[in-house]
């Protein structure tokens, strides 16, 4: 063991130790410890080559030091977060109230003051599905999906926060063509997402997502008159050619990759 | 805690390959001198430590199968003993099955007799093929002969990712698309088959051999070299013109032999790369058999030519069968996949050369050796050829019986007759 205690200690020598570097020395010397252990269990006779052995198993400790600070890091401020989170939601909610009350005391317009109650709980429930979009994004894209509907989750939030607003506060008129418009932010955020993943078949969200977008679109340019409701539900049959024009466009770009070799004959050849 | 290691693409495929053979490449190499047993022992516990997936017990999930890394002990690896009859014991060890469920996944023995001794090695073929397994070897050897005269740790065994997916990564980038885009199922499928008898649960392995010596391996060569074909093509040209003699098949009919490549030809550097399987297909096909062996030969030159001015020669199918095994859960994608995909009746594989310098422990040559791919299931057959010290060992692993036997002995008879035909002239 004496060994591996001399090598951790020479590699990281002249290391500025903060405390991590010394956890990840006790790590590193039990993961070593464990290894020879294992490989004494499987009949390994000679301390040189087992040695050797185990040192080659860690080839480069700094670049392992720096992965595990990192790592150390991360979980400082998830740890951090998650305090956050639990001390925050009450926290929040009462201070909403509290400066809902505050407001309507001092200035009697208890009217649009309520909507800092629902908005202000709403805001805090985005932050902490964004916080959670965070870290699922982190791991596999097995568990992505489970970020996509966090993801979609927020954005209905955001749109219900903005909503109150127009309505309650600014009392526009068309304020409800933010849920079409909402939906269209669904969409976008969740292709966007797909496109920064890099999942695979996300071509397959963008045609599904246009289509399913475009009456929303209509909707919403309809509601606001932007766009007469005729012929503007051309808007649909658009989104259709458009997504034909995708498809062709992707297989146009397949097509470069496609290799024609002579071999074709060899397999067909009877 | 317990280690798991990712089932890989080829893992998967050769465990669908269980209902063909049993999954084992064996190898056999003979030394005039006695091989220590301890410094033997030290080596394979460090390429086993250095190759985790060689004590790792495969767990068919049916969702994502996956490899978990176990405790083990020499003993477990490693068997000596001194048997009054190397060959039979020789043989009776090659022809084991190692489970995939096992502990271990490759197992070793030394047979001490009269100053000699005869190493002998069976692992699964899940884990690596004979591309890697000769690497294995030499590096084996190397790390010995180190280990023993200087001192030197043996440790140097290639370390990295054992994905079907690092054949690409030579490639450019829009030869990677085009390689990627090769969705084509590359089994057409051929019924003529080896004449073996009907199976029988009394059919037990046997590895038959024949050895081709290294003057008339010198014969094959020139007489090769006259007919512009490798030593490959008239393998495989006496192969295809037994085959047509053996089987009696019509003059007339198309034959096919589907013969291993090594995707590692796609490879500039395998350095980084981990003990694994890069061997897939072709199909070799002839039209008929020509009216005689020379015609043969050109057919077999015609087909092998076409395959090797294609620059992604082996990779047809690849994205197919990677397509397969991530849509699905592997239950259901074994399932689709054995539909799509029928497994060649007759097969060569031709492992190459079994470099006798590269093999030698403290600078004794291997005086014999050779290795072979796994034992198939009749009607399977696979004929492997391996060339140590200018020999070529021709070599079939069956699960049958005494007939068949002499039937496999009889096809190496009329090999052998085949070939000194082509080298007649």
Redesign the interface.
């Known amino acids: 063991m004496q060994s591996y205690v001399d090598y951790i200690e020479m590699t990281f020598q002249g290391e500025k130790d903060n405390g991590t570097l010394y956890r990840y020395k006790r790590q590193l010397l039990d993961r070593m410890t464990a290894r020879a252990a294992e490989i004494t269990h499987a009949g390994l006779r000679d301390e040189k080559v087992l040695y050797d052995l185990v040192i080659s198993e860690f080839p480069d400790l700094p670049g392992d030091y720096r992965r595990f600070c990192e790592k150390d890091r991360l979980k400082r401020r998830d740890k951090y977060f998650n305090r956050l989170m639990i001390f925050g939601t009450p926290i929040v909610a009462i201070a909403c109230v509290l400066v809902f009350l505050a407001i309507g005391f001092l200035t009697q317009r208890w009217s649009p003051a309520w909507v800092l109650v629902p908005d202000g709980i709403l805001i805090w429930v985005i932050f902490l599905l964004s916080e959670g979009i965070r870290r699922i994004t982190r791991q596999r894209q097995l568990f992505h999906p489970i970020a996509r509907v966090m993801l979609a989750l927020a954005v209905m939030c955001a749109t219900v926060c903005v909503f109150l607003i127009a309505m309650a506060a600014l009392h526009l008129p068309d304020a409800w063509v933010l849920f079409p418009f909402g939906v269209i932010c669904l969409y976008a955020a969740d292709a966007i997402y797909a496109t920064i993943t890099k999942q695979k078949m996300r071509i397959i969200n963008y045609l599904i997502y246009i289509v399913a977008a475009s009456p929303m679109v209509y909707v919403l340019l309809g509601g606001l008159r932007l766009v007469p409701w005729h012929p503007g539900w051309l808007i649909v049959p658009f989104a259709v050619l458009l997504d034909l024009i995708i498809i062709a466009g992707a297989l146009a770009n397949n097509a470069k990759y496609k290799y024609k070799p002579e071999l074709e004959d060899a397999w067909n050849e009877n | 805690m317990e280690r798991k290691l990712n089932a890989e693409l080829w893992d998967k495929m050769h465990y669908l390959f269980r209902d063909y053979n049993d999954r084992m490449v064996h190898v056999r190499l003979d030394y005039d001198f006695e091989i220590d047993t301890?410094t033997l022992?030290?080596v394979l516990?460090?390429f086993?430590?250095?190759a985790p997936v060689l004590h790792s017990s495969f767990h068919d999930n049916h969702v994502s199968p996956y490899w978990i890394v176990k405790?083990?002990?020499?003993?477990d690896i490693l068997e000596v003993s001194r048997p009054d009859d190397v060959e039979s014991a020789a043989d009776a060890f090659l022809t084991q099955e190692i489970p995939p469920e096992n502990d271990i996944q490759m197992k070793v023995a030394l047979f001490l007799h009269s100053g000699k001794s005869t190493l002998c090695i069976v692992e699964n073929h899940m884990c690596m093929d004979g591309g890697d397994f000769k690497y294995f070897l030499k590096a084996f050897c190397k790390n010995y002969s180190e280990?023993a005269e200087k001192?030197v740790?043996?440790?140097d065994l290639r370390e990295g990712s054992r994905s079907y997916d690092q054949v690409y990564q030579d490639f450019s980038q829009?030869e990677q698309?085009?390689?990627k885009?090769?969705y084509?199922n590359?089994n057409?499928k051929d019924d003529h088959r080896f004449p073996l008898t009907p199976d029988s649960i009394r059919d037990t392995s046997f590895i038959a051999k024949r050895k081709i010596s290294a003057e008339k391996l010198a014969q094959i060569k020139s007489s090769g070299k006259k007919h512009g074909a490798t030593v490959n093509d008239m393998l495989l040209t006496a192969y295809f013109y037994s085959l047509y003699e053996i089987a009696a098949y019509n003059p007339y009919d198309?034959v096919s032999i589907s013969c291993a490549i090594d995707l590692r030809r796609h490879l500039k550097d395998v350095s980084d790369e981990g003990l694994t399987n890069h061997t897939a297909w072709m199909?070799c096909?002839v039209?008929e058999r020509g009216q005689d062996i020379f015609a043969t030969l050109q057919y077999v030159k015609q087909?092998i030519n076409?395959?090797k001015?294609?620059?992604?020669m082996g990779l047809?199918g690849l994205p197919l069968l990677k397509l397969g095994y991530s849509i699905m859960p592997h239950a259901a994608s074994e399932e689709i996949i054995k539909i799509g995909y029928s497994n060649p009746l007759v097969a060569m594989s031709n492992i190459g050369i079994l470099d006798e310098k590269a093999l030698a422990l403290c600078g004794n040559e291997p005086t014999d050796g050779f290795m072979t791919g796994a034992v198939k299931f009749k009607p399977f057959v696979l004929l492997s050829a391996t060339t140590l010290r200018n020999a070529v060992t021709l070599s079939m692993c069956v699960r049958g019986n005494d007939e068949d036997k002499q039937i496999v002995e009889h096809f190496f008879d009329l090999m052998e007759r085949n070939l000194d035909t082509l080298t007649s002239e």
């Open positions: 301890e022992k030290t516990i460090c086993f430590e250095k405790p083990y002990r020499i003993d280990y001192g740790s043996p440790i829009t698309k085009m390689a885009n090769l084509k590359i057409a198309s199909q096909r039209p087909s076409r395959f001015h294609d620059k992604f047809y």
